[in-house]
């Protein structure tokens, strides 16, 4: 024995907020179709720890390979689920739906597994040489956010608008000028 103590990564803070977040996916999936409250409540409560587990995972010093593969896990199947209830909700806008989904996996799973190869530490670090808007999207924390809170507000708001009125603009809701 070195008489070193070995960590357990699985039990390292933004994994088990990463743990939440899979949790409060499943919750709001599973109430997507009964009650729009709980399921966005949970949907949006995951997708907002999004922010947090890379915060704790600097701040512990505690970011690894397998929170970077269970966070962009998590991202992936999160919005893929919501779309998959949006595409039963909205059966007219189903198949630009399903391509965005697989767009969505399969660009990130490209780029995740092309940074393994490449044997960097993380799929954020990127070249300036490489691509200027990616490596805009993933050092520029503010950029990153609001596209990453816009596109789960995107998808959010079509799920909510699929059960509420939605905002009244002009004494009309969106739904009815959707409708007409």
């Given at each position: 024995?070195t008489g070193?103590?070995?960590?357990?990564?699985?039990?390292?803070?933004?994994?088990?907020?990463?743990?939440?977040?899979?949790?409060?996916?499943v919750?709001?999936?599973?109430?997507?179709?009964t009650?729009?409250?709980?399921?966005?409540?949970?949907?949006?409560?995951?997708?907002?720890?999004?922010?947090?587990d890379?915060?704790?995972?600097?701040y512990?010093?505690?970011?690894?390979k397998?929170?970077?593969?269970?966070?962009?896990?998590?991202?992936r199947?999160?919005?893929?689920?919501?779309?998959?209830?949006?595409?039963?909700?909205?059966?007219?806008?189903?198949?630009?739906?399903?391509?965005?989904m697989c767009?969505?996996?399969?660009?990130?799973?490209?780029?995740?597994?092309?940074?393994?190869?490449q044997?960097?530490?993380?799929?954020?670090?990127?070249?300036m040489?490489e691509?200027?808007?990616?490596?805009?999207?993933?050092?520029?924390?503010?950029v990153?956010?609001?596209m990453?809170a816009?596109?789960?507000?995107?998808?959010?708001?079509?799920?909510?608008?699929?059960?509420?009125?939605?905002?009244?603009?002009?004494?009309?809701?969106?739904?009815?000028?959707?409708?007409?």
């Amino acid at each position: 024995m070195t008489g070193e103590t070995e960590e357990n990564i699985f039990l390292f803070v933004p994994n088990i907020i990463g743990y939440a977040r899979i949790i409060l996916a499943v919750i709001a999936f599973y109430f997507m179709p009964t009650n729009y409250i709980i399921a966005t409540v949970c949907y949006v409560v995951s997708a907002l720890l999004d922010a947090f587990d890379g915060h704790a995972a600097r701040y512990f010093n505690q970011g690894t390979k397998f929170g970077a593969m269970l966070d962009q896990l998590t991202d992936r199947c999160g919005t893929m689920g919501l779309v998959a209830v949006l595409a039963h909700l909205y059966p007219k806008y189903m198949f630009p739906l399903l391509l965005s989904m697989c767009i969505d996996v399969s660009c990130h799973w490209i780029f995740l597994h092309t940074s393994v190869l490449q044997g960097k530490q993380s799929h954020k670090f990127i070249d300036m040489s490489e691509n200027p808007i990616m490596n805009v999207y993933y050092t520029n924390r503010t950029v990153l956010f609001f596209m990453c809170a816009g596109n789960e507000a995107f998808y959010a708001s079509l799920y909510l608008l699929y059960f509420t009125p939605g905002p009244i603009v002009l004494e009309l809701s969106l739904s009815k000028v959707n409708n007409t």
